[in-house]
């Protein structure tokens, strides 16, 4: 577990990203397969042209000079139509294996129009996703900010327990980044308080709400660091689990949801647990097997 929690503090890569850049990676490649694909194609069209070009040549040039040879001779008609067959013969197989150089040909044409739609399609869904992406974090921005713009004018009680059930209600609202202000004052004022183990959950729900789980992660290891025997130091211990699930890091959520079963097996949210567990072996099995391919 501990090295699962570098990893959170090493890295703040999302795995959408990585995906994203793993498909512009195989783009990228396919681009290149496919831009030698066309040269060869060209390449040996044009040597295929010019065979077929010199190889007419050579047939009326054969056919003067056999035109010559004739008069030249005085051979029969019969013994020069002996040469012609033969040679007309050998001008046939040459352009069957020109009829079989084109059909291979044409079939590399279809190859690449299939690989030209493929990567116009894969480009598209990439340019969505990427604009989708970007209308959320806009979206997220705007919400922060006018969560932000509205801390000034909300008023702090003076009592512990108002100050701590403003931020709570704030937080049942939806406005997670107010919430997460005032839990964080809270904490600054009466940091060994009652409520101080609750408040720091929040801290870390309030960045699982917004799908940070990695801030997520980070925040609900504190309350087990800092409060091992407080009210909500299960709850983190399964949340952790639920975190680097939803990061897809199925076999480090493994470890947390496993002690989560183990340790609280009477917990209402255990055969939750157990059925992520089964889920998280599965992926990651799979995961396994594909990386062996």
């Not at 929690?5 to 496919?34: N, P, R, S």
């Not at 056919?63 to 008069?71: D, P, S």
């Not at 609280?264 to 949210?269: A, F, I, M, V």
Request: proline share 2%; aromatic share 8%; charged share 40%.
């Amino acid at each position: 577990m501990i090295t699962t929690l570098v990893f959170l503090t090493a890295t703040a890569c999302w795995v959408k990203e990585e995906t994203g850049k793993q498909m512009q990676a195989d783009i990228a490649a396919a681009q290149v397969e496919l831009a030698v694909i066309k040269k060869a194609h060209a390449e040996e069209k044009a040597a295929l042209q010019a065979r077929i070009k010199e190889a007419d040549a050579k047939i009326k040039e054969l056919g003067k000079v056999i035109e010559e040879y004739r008069r030249a001779t005085g051979r029969s008609a019969a013994d020069i139509g002996v040469d012609i067959e033969r040679i007309k013969s050998d001008m046939m197989e040459i352009r069957g294996r020109l009829e079989v150089n084109e059909h291979r040909l044409g079939i590399i044409e279809k190859r690449l129009s299939i690989i030209h739609k493929d990567l116009d399609k894969r480009r598209e869904e990439i340019e969505t996703r990427e604009q989708e992406r970007i209308q959320q974090e806009e979206e997220r921005r705007k919400k922060e900010q006018a969560e932000a713009d509205s801390l000034p004018g909300i008023k702090r009680p003076e009592k512990k327990e108002d100050f701590y059930k403003l931020a709570y209600n704030l937080l049942e609202q939806g406005q997670t980044v107010a919430a997460r202000t005032l839990f964080e004052e809270f904490l600054k004022k009466w940091p060994k308080d009652s409520y101080s183990d609750n408040a720091l959950y929040w801290i870390a729900e309030s960045h699982y709400a917004e799908k940070k789980y990695r801030e997520a992660a980070l925040s609900f290891q504190q309350v087990r660091e800092k409060f091992p025997k407080g009210d909500k130091s299960a709850d983190a211990l399964l949340k952790l689990g639920f975190c680097f699930y939803a990061m897809e890091r199925y076999k480090e959520a493994l470890p947390f949801l496993q002690e989560f079963v183990q340790s609280y097996p009477r917990s209402k949210l255990a055969a939750k647990a157990k059925k992520m567990i089964r889920e998280a072996k599965k992926k990651t099995k799979r995961r396994t097997k594909r990386r062996g391919k």
